[in-house]
């Protein structure tokens, strides 16, 4: 059965929300973003939330990659922004890797090892950060969320992350869809998306996706569409 995130009973402590509100206030400017919008996204929806961020890949297992960018750097790069957001708002955070190194010396085992973290933090929601590539077509570009097709509430997480992002980044007019075939999303039980932040592929989105500006873009897009998922908006 499908772990659906609870509601949580909040009670305000005003010094530490006024502190979250600072930090968050920074780590927004820092980005160049709005305010209006950081503070309807830092609802106190997150306390009590457990969060798993996996980075795709690692060590030897570079995902894909472009000209010059391996997509193991980039994941990591934009879960490391994604986290601190989140963490801001008051979520407990796991990132599956904090460094540039695979879990397990195979491809299966470092995947079992992605789900047991996520078994063991009892997440709430599972989100995994991947780039995508298609040489055939160096045109495609544009950030996608996908779940899986028996997996309700991803479909929701997914479709809101993917709202998001279009709304926050401007640059995508995916839509989210099921996964034909994911170990990760087959085998996580909580409400659980894979987000292919951009094209490789494409010189253009390559040279956004390794920017740390446009890294710290993606990672409050990815905190605004984990934060109206929680919210129900
Ligand atoms: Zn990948």
Not at 172 to 199: Q, W
Request: a negative charge; hydrophobic letters at 45%.
């Amino acid at each position: 059965m499908r772990k659906r995130v609870s509601v949580f009973v909040l009670r305000p402590r005003p010094g530490l929300v006024a502190v979250v509100l600072c930090l968050a206030l920074l780590l927004g400017l820092r980005g160049g973003l709005a305010k209006g919008r950081l503070q309807q996204a830092l609802a106190p929806s997150l306390f009590g939330v457990s969060l798993v961020i996996d980075a795709g890949h690692g060590g030897a297992d570079p995902g894909m990659v472009g000209g010059a960018v391996l997509e193991k750097d980039v994941n990591l790069a934009a879960a490391r922004c994604f986290a601190e957001y989140c963490r801001a708002a008051g979520a407990a955070v796991t990132l599956t890797r904090e460094d540039d190194a695979a879990l397990s010396d195979s491809k299966r085992a470092d995947l079992e090892q992605r789900v047991a973290i996520t078994e063991k933090a009892q997440a709430d929601v599972f989100i995994s950060l991947h780039c995508n590539s298609f040489v055939a077509d160096p045109g495609q570009h544009g950030a996608q969320v996908f779940y899986a097709a028996d997996n309700e509430e991803g479909r929701r997480l997914a479709e809101t992350m993917q709202r998001a992002l279009s709304e926050e980044l401007g640059n995508t007019e995916r839509t989210a869809l099921p996964h034909a075939d994911s170990y990760l999303l087959k085998n996580i039980d909580c409400p659980a998306v894979i987000v292919e932040m951009g094209f490789l592929s494409n010189t253009a989105e390559e040279e956004e996706l390794a920017s740390p500006d446009y890294q710290w873009e993606l990672g409050w897009a990815l905190f605004c569409g984990l934060s109206d998922y929680l919210t129900g908006s």
